[in-house]
């Protein structure tokens, strides 16, 4: 439950200009492979001097497991490493986030049932607003098999791109 390779030291927040989190339902499959594929871009790009992210879920029934291995090894067919313990959404997180992404409509909406106040709204956002398909949401793989993984990836790697552009023309 400490810090993994895809969690960036929250010390150091003061410093960066923004902190996106990405949520889920469960915080095993979706959420932490977009926290680790965003890590990614920003680190190709060299721009882990101005964001930081992080990851959580809606609910808490997952809280402390590790991702969802077939996550784990469909990313790391692909280079990418996934640790790390699920965890749900807290109230600082809203505080502390720039910007706040759900994977579908549901996290959407749970996200805003869970916000503390109302003077969060304007920091959630969907992440397929970010991607260049017509993928409206990005779909839970859990209930199906390897092809879900990938497409879960697909989309968190356009959408990523897309979203470090989207922030780097300054707009949120």
């Excluded at 890590?39 to 879920?57: F, N």
């Excluded at 986030?97 to 994977?103: E, K, S």
């Excluded at 049932?113 to 959630?124: C, G, I, R, T, Y």
Aim: aromatic share 8%.
């Amino acid at each position: 439950m400490g810090v993994t390779p895809c969690q960036k030291d929250r010390s150091l927040a003061h410093l960066i200009s923004m902190h996106i989190l990405f949520v889920c339902w469960g915080n095993i499959c979706r959420s932490p492979a977009a926290e680790c594929t965003f890590r990614k871009v920003i680190e190709q790009r060299g721009l882990t001097q101005k964001y930081t992210c992080d990851s959580a879920g809606t609910i808490g029934s997952h809280q402390g497991n590790p991702p969802d291995s077939r996550m784990r090894q469909a990313a790391k067919a692909r280079g990418l490493t996934i640790s790390g313990a699920a965890r749900m959404i807290r109230d600082q997180d809203y505080s502390e986030a720039d910007l706040i992404v759900t994977m579908d409509d549901f996290n959407f909406s749970e996200v805003h049932k869970l916000m503390p106040d109302a003077s969060f709204e304007n920091k959630v956002r969907p992440f397929c607003d970010f991607v260049s398909s017509t993928d409206r949401e990005v779909p839970d793989p859990y209930y199906g098999g390897p092809s879900g993984f990938e497409k879960v990836l697909d989309l968190l790697d356009d959408g990523c791109d897309r979203l470090i552009d989207h922030l780097e023309k300054g707009s949120t």
